[in-house]
């Protein structure tokens, strides 16, 4: 019974320490917990649990004061096993579906409004990885000629993603030979994934019967630029401004590493990309990160998905002294919500 009671004041008061230091960013003394707790604890008690929790690696003193604020340990532990379950408020689920409502146009114009909306509501950053096409089946392929030698390929997957990609070549083609070349182009690649179309076509031009490739034999190693194009991850950041101004940065040294992170941002795309390849919201603390650039920081992020399968991902980029339980409802609404639209309106 001892141990259960001193396991549970040791949770509250960890719990205390997060949730004050999140808020207000500066150490907490055991008289704020004592009046946060409702003095349920004597000051010199939690004096004692905090010497414990110090000791076993969960609170710090970030520098000579009666204070402490959370390592990464405490964050983890916080996440896991004190964080309380919260939902948006109904004003920000509005805010958010109002955004949405208003947008006209094509898939950057949604990612871009995704990682904007995920900035503004977390105070934080916004990152979104765009619709992955490569993990896509073809269901269409239209070539439209647009003048100047250049064509407009059309294609759409089979969750009804759109990519356009216009391809200049050498030789002018009428309309009829475009025309014909589609068709080709539907009947032999319909239902291939997209990562694989430019390999199928390499071994079906070895073929001497190949109709494709004798029509569109000088313009092939075009068609390889196009194809390889639709596996190049693209990605928008945005929040930059908030990050900066977080309390954690305003150190020159800090906040220089930091701008450099956002210039090269790829760092946080291999980040997401890694936790595409199993379902579910992930929370990165500090140390935890793989890259030595972002243990100052902490990510959260989830994937959304077309015809039940992950295309893309999305997430929140800040100091570890974050809102963990705001910032995890808003990725998860955000990412079901960006599923309902991509799927409705077939962008």
Known sequence: MQVVDLRSRKEKILGTIVETYIEEAKPVGSRT????????????????????????????????????????????????????????????????MREYSTSKGDISTFMDKTSRLLARLSEEAGIVVYPCLSKSR??????????????????????????????????????????????????????????????????????????????????????????????????????????ISQPEFEDRVALTKLLHLIEEKRLFLDIIARDMEEDGVKIHIGEENIFEEVKSLSLITANYHLEGKVVGALGVVGPTRMAYAHVLSIVKYVSQILEHILQDRGI
């Not at 409702?38 to 076993?56: G, V, W, Y």
């Not at 919260?86 to 509005?94: I, V």
């Not at 589609?182 to 073929?207: C, D």
């Open 138 to 243: 073809l269901k269409h392929i239209e070539l439209i000629d647009i003048g100047n030698n250049s064509v407009l390929m059309v294609l759409v997957t089979n969750a009804g993603l759109i990519k356009n990609l216009i391809l200049r070549f050498p030789q002018v083609y009428s309309r009829s030979q475009l025309e014909k070349i589609s068709n080709l182009f539907n009947a032999e690649l319909e239902g291939i994934y997209l990562s694989e179309v430019w390999k199928y076509l390499l071994q079906k031009r070895l073929s001497e019967d190949f109709s494709i490739y004798n029509l569109f034999k000088d313009a092939f190693s075009l068609l390889e630029e196009a194809f390889k194009k639709l596996e190049e991850e693209k990605f928008c950041f945005e929040g930059t401004t908030q990050i």
């Open 33 to 96: 917990i004592a009046r946060k707790l409702r003095f349920k604890f004597s000051p010199a008690t939690i004096r004692n649990i905090m010497a414990d929790l110090e000791e076993e690696g969960y609170i710090m003193h970030p520098y000579t004061s009666a204070g402490r604020i959370p390592t990464d340990k405490g964050y983890r532990y916080y996440v896991d096993n004190l964080m309380p379950l919260e939902e948006l408020t109904p004003q920000e689920k509005k805010e958010i």
